[in-house]
């Protein structure tokens, strides 16, 4: 069985720094693992994904994530946040053997101060 | 082009109403999907068509009855709603034939049911 867990319910920074938004994973198999965006009111947009090729994955809007199998985790990262990055973002995982059936983590709200 | 939309943007109805969802994709794909999602929380699967057949239903109760009339379209068909089927409902897409599936989602329905 598969599982995600997003370490923070709530993050804010301000505008111009880094953000860190932390997943943990836990999968029998060599998961394919994801992060999504989801602006209020609106569907979710893939950032990334990894899949079992270099374990740094660079995404849109210079988001990136490096997938780390000994800390089976899958921390999502920008240099320097923007007012526009505010939203909920979500990671998720899926086996090989059940691509169907994602397993979405609880979510982490992005809060960006001026 | 990696494009799901969705129809209508947003859907008022009364418990006694019957209306439908629309959701079209023109990417190929062979697996196309339902979920919901309600405020605050990641979307739960609700079903799942591979090559326009359904292969998984997530006991979705009867009154959602979903169709997959071709490749490219899905619908939900809604019947005798209750108020706590108020939510974001949302379809998504994928490529068949590979284990490292990405599922891509439209901006989704906003349903109220009163």
């Known amino acids: 069985a598969q599982s995600v867990t997003q370490l923070d319910s709530h993050v804010s920074v301000s505008e111009g720094t880094p953000v860190l938004l932390r997943c943990n994973y836990s999968?029998?198999?060599?998961?394919?693992l994801f992060w999504y965006v989801q602006h209020p009111n609106k569907g979710l947009q893939l950032l990334l994904k990894?899949?079992?090729?270099?374990?740094l994955v660079k995404g849109i809007n210079g988001f990136e994530a490096e997938f780390k199998k000994s800390e089976t985790s899958f921390h999502l990262t920008k240099p320097s946040a923007h007012m526009s990055d505010a939203a909920e973002y979500f990671c998720?995982?899926?086996?090989?053997?059940?691509?169907?059936?994602?397993?979405f983590g609880s979510g982490t709200q992005l809060t960006v101060l001026p | 082009d990696t494009e799901v939309t969705q129809t209508p943007k947003h859907l008022v109805m009364g418990m006694t109403n019957k209306k439908s969802l629309k959701c079209e994709q023109h990417m190929g794909h062979r697996a196309m999907y339902w979920y919901k999602q309600k405020a605050k929380k990641p979307p739960e699967l609700m079903f799942v068509y591979s090559y326009e057949k359904l292969s998984i239903n997530e006991s979705v109760p009867s009154r959602f009855s979903p169709e997959c009339p071709n490749s490219s379209l899905l619908n939900l068909h809604l019947h005798a709603l209750q108020p706590e089927d108020s939510a974001l409902y949302l379809c998504?897409?994928?490529?068949?034939?590979?284990?490292?599936?990405?599922?891509?989602f439209g901006p989704g329905t906003r349903l109220l049911v009163l």
């Open positions: 998504a897409s994928s490529q068949l034939g590979t284990s490292q599936e990405t599922q891509y």
């Open positions: 999968s029998s198999y060599s998961p394919s």
């Open positions: 998720v995982v899926s086996d090989p053997g059940s691509a169907r059936q994602l397993t």
């Open positions: 990894y899949t079992s090729a270099a374990t």
